[in-house]
């Protein structure tokens, strides 16, 4: 009986470690692959000492969204609230209200610091406090993750890996160099770290220290982290004085298949074309002057906007249409109370796995041309309604259901 039960053990503890040895060969290719990392991170600045302490147990972190697994779906998308939410549910009134509050607050208590990053940047000061607010909540969220296992998981078998190679070797160059611990060297799932997320690559890039301590310390120095947002926004073209967008009511029977950033017009033209302001003093000439583009987020249902230069700006910090939204919206409600004009709608998103089947279909017919991603950004809007119009459906340029029906029933 001893007997039988020795084999038991011995058998339970064998399947054990078949269980286990999948994941230590992974591991252990993992860690080859972080060696290799040696020549680019020395190539950026990196000493050997650093490498060698920073990397030493360091593991890959398989939860991470966005990543490409063999034999399992890949992860990402369907955890990013910008591209799967509603509207309503990501711009939320109580969020924006909630923030704007703040940020008023925050107005008055950096208000030297803010008048600095005015003149210096001419990126408007609740621009920057709002950034801050979408991002971190004003600093009162923390990041979760160890930003060097995120950008060396990234880089491992994420979607974008030539890029976080990069980003692997200059968060490595943030540790060597002091500008902040390993301890507080805290990130989203993507890499981006500080008060108001910034990547590795990021931080040299667009790193200003304001508050004139020495140092670029965008983890602590509220300063220095707003000064950085803006100096990041007027390093990628921000233009001072315009407006970031203009929320419009657009006109019956509008051709929402417009609402693509080549169609572009002088906001006059477009008023000519009777999208109306909401709100607020006739625009002056100049203001009619300003090239723009139309926006439709929930295509003809919920807000319109018409979108200037600035808009294209913000969303190279976030491509999100709804976190430009979100952000530029805040912006605005720090010195005006008033929410969106027009409500948005109750309908809901497709869910992703629908979205990437509605971009196959859309691709086959001609109508849409960019990656199948499985979010409802412009191009897909836009080419949702090109094909409502070509198979004589209500022109709304919305994902919906029964447009996804209407495609796979025109095979």
């Known amino acids: 009986m001893r007997f039988r039960w020795h084999l038991v053990i011995l058998g339970l503890l064998v399947a054990v470690l078949a269980c286990q040895t999948p ?211 007027a390093d990628k073209g921000w233009q001072p004085g315009v407006r970031w967008a203009y929320e419009v009511r657009a006109p019956a029977h509008v051709d929402c298949t417009m609402g693509v950033p080549e169609v572009q017009q002088p906001v006059g033209t477009w008023l000519g074309a009777g999208f109306a302001p909401v709100r607020g003093p006739t625009l002056s000439a100049t203001e009619q002057a300003q090239p723009a583009s139309l926006l439709q987020p929930e295509g003809i249902y919920g807000p319109s906007f018409l979108t200037t230069k600035n808009y294209f700006v913000i969303k190279e910090y976030n491509f999100s249409d709804l976190y430009v939204l979100f952000v530029g919206h805040l912006s605005d409600r720090m010195l005006n109370p008033e929410p969106f004009a027009t409500p948005w709608s109750t309908s809901a998103p497709l869910k992703t796995a629908s979205v990437e089947a509605m971009q196959r279909q859309l691709t086959r017919l001609g109508l849409y041309h960019d990656k199948i991603d499985g979010k409802a950004g412009m191009l897909t809007r836009a080419a949702v309604g090109a094909y409502q119009k070509s198979a004589g459906l209500k022109l709304d340029c919305w994902p919906s259901e029964p447009v996804l029906q209407s495609l796979s029933a025109a095979r």
Not at 47 to 70: A, M, N, V
């Open 23 to 233: 994941a230590r060969a992974a591991d252990a290719a993992f860690t080859q692959f972080i060696a290799s990392l040696w020549p680019e991170a020395r190539a950026a600045g990196v000493s050997r000492q650093t490498f060698e302490r920073e990397t030493r147990g360091l593991e890959p972190d398989y939860k991470l969204p966005d990543l490409i697994l063999p034999g399992r779906p890949t992860t990402g998308a369907p955890t990013q609230a910008e591209f799967v939410r509603a509207p309503a549910d990501y711009v939320k009134e109580a969020s924006i209200a909630r923030l704007a509050e703040t940020g008023r607050r925050l107005m008055q208590t950096y208000r030297p610091a803010l008048d600095r990053i005015e003149r210096q940047f001419g990126v408007p000061a609740t621009m920057v406090l709002a950034i801050w607010g979408r991002e971190t909540d004003f600093g009162r969220s923390s990041d979760r993750h160890d930003a060097l296992q995120v950008v060396a998981t990234q880089a491992y078998v994420g979607r974008r890996k030539d890029q976080y190679r990069k980003e692997f070797s200059l968060a490595l160059k943030l540790l060597d160099q002091g500008a902040v611990t390993r301890q507080e060297f805290r990130s989203s799932w993507a890499g981006a770290t500080g008060l108001t997320q910034f990547l590795p690559s990021e931080y040299f890039q667009h790193g200003v220290d304001l508050d004139g301590d020495g140092r670029i310390d965008i983890w602590h120095s509220v300063p220095d982290a707003l000064a950085s947002a803006a100096k990041q926004l």
